[in-house]
Nanobody, 121 residues
Framework: QVQLVESGGGLAQPGGTLTLSCAAS????????MGWYRQAPGKQRELVAT???????NYADSVKGRFTIARANARNTVYLRMESLKPEDTAVYYC???????????????WGQGILVTVSL
């Protein structure tokens, strides 16, 4: 029942702004590095942005300067603010997070179901 659920996707115009949200739930005390990935039809899934527990951020070159990742640790929520959107940003966006399940001492990767973002006139 540990899961990530994305919301906030939809249609935006080129040059517009959208903010995605990712809500983490389940019997997990700490979510470690979390991030956003995306996959366009016929293409490989690619990293968009990540953020560590202490707030260190990393961005793909294609979105740097336009997208901002942030997290609200108290609510186990991760956001992706997307500005100056381009048609090539159209993709299914996936939330990702690392956890350490009880008694495993190992990182486990959790993926959301994905949410569609379409950038078009």
């Amino acid at each position: 029942q540990v899961q990530l659920v994305e919301s906030g996707g939809g249609l935006a115009q080129p040059g517009g702004t959208l903010t995605l949200s990712c809500a983490a739930s389940g019997n997990i005390f700490t979510w470690y590095t979390m991030g956003w990935y995306r996959q366009a039809p016929g293409k490989q899934r690619e990293l968009v942005a990540t953020t560590t527990l202490d707030g260190i951020r990393n961005y793909a070159d294609s979105v740097k300067g336009r997208f901002t990742i942030a997290r609200a640790n108290a609510r186990n929520t991760v956001y992706l603010r997307m500005e100056s959107l381009k048609p090539e940003d159209t993709a299914v966006y996936y939330c990702n997070g690392m956890i350490i399940p009880e008694n495993t001492q190992r990182y486990t990767e959790i993926w959301g179901q994905g949410i569609l973002v379409t950038v078009s006139l």
